[in-house]
C-alpha cells in the first residue's frame, strides 16, 4: 500500500512540475491556451504537442544579410504607412510570414503559425494574433487608422523577436 501511496505522489509531483514548466515556458500563451481549450490538462497536453513539433523543425537563425534586408523592408514597410497605412499592414502581415518561412517554420495555416512561433515567442504571440484580427478587418474596410496603426505595433513586436540573429532553445541543435 505504501508503494501505491509513493508511486502516486510522484506522479502527482511529476504533473505539477509538467504544469509549472510549462507556465514557465509558455507565460500568457499558457493562459490562452487554457482559454481555449477550457481544461489546463488539454492545454498542457495542446502545448507539449507544439514543443515535440516544432523541435523537429528546421528552424534558424537568420544570416547577418538576411537580417539586414528585412530591416530595410520593415523601415521601407513603416515609411509606407504615413501616406498609405492599409497597404503597410498588408505588407507587414506579408513580411512577418516571409521571415517565418526564411527561418524555417512552415506558414501555410495562420493559426498553425501562431502556434508553432508561440513555442519560441510565446511573449509576443498575442501580438501577432492581435495585429493579424487587425488585418483581416483591414481588408474588409472595418479598421480605422489608430486600428492600422496598431497592427504595426503589434507586428512590430514579433518582427523583432524573429529578426534577432540568436538560436531560439527549441532548435535541434540547442537540444543536442
Known amino acids: 500500500m505504501a508503494v ?11 504533473w505539477r512540475r509538467r504544469s509549472q514548466r510549462l507556465q514557465e515556458q509558455f ?16 492545454a498542457e497536453a495542446e502545448l507539449a504537442a507544439r514543443e515535440k513539433r516544432v523541435r523537429k523543425l ?3 537563425s537568420l544570416t547577418q544579410e538576411e537580417q539586414s534586408r528585412f530591416a530595410d523592408v520593415w523601415r521601407n514597410t513603416q515609411a ?9 499592414v ?4 506579408g513580411l512577418i ?9 512552415p506558414v501555410g495555416d495562420f493559426d498553425q503559425r ?7 515567442h510565446p511573449n509576443v504571440v498575442t501580438n501577432y494574433r492581435a495585429g493579424r484580427k487587425i ?11 489608430e486600428d492600422l496603426r496598431q497592427a504595426m505595433m503589434h507586428y512590430r513586436s514579433l518582427f523583432e523577436e524573429l529578426t534577432e540573429v540568436a538560436e531560439p532553445a527549441t532548435t535541434k541543435e540547442a537540444i543536442r
Do not use: C
Not at 498588408?90 to 502581415?93: G, L, Q
Open 135 to 145: 488585418a483581416a478587418r483591414n481588408k474588409s474596410g472595418e479598421a480605422t487608422t
Open 114 to 120: 501562431a502556434a508553432d512561433v508561440s513555442v519560441d
Open 90 to 93: 498588408s505588407e507587414a502581415d
Open 97 to 105: 510570414k516571409e521571415v517565418m518561412q526564411t527561418r524555417g517554420y
Open 80 to 88: 509606407r504607412f504615413v501616406d498609405e497605412p492599409s497597404k503597410a
Open 27 to 42: 507565460g500568457p500563451e499558457y493562459k490562452h491556451a487554457v482559454r481555449k481549450y477550457g481544461d489546463a490538462g488539454k
Open 4 to 14: 501505491i501511496v509513493i508511486a502516486l505522489g510522484l506522479i502527482l509531483l511529476s
Open 58 to 60: 528546421e528552424i534558424r
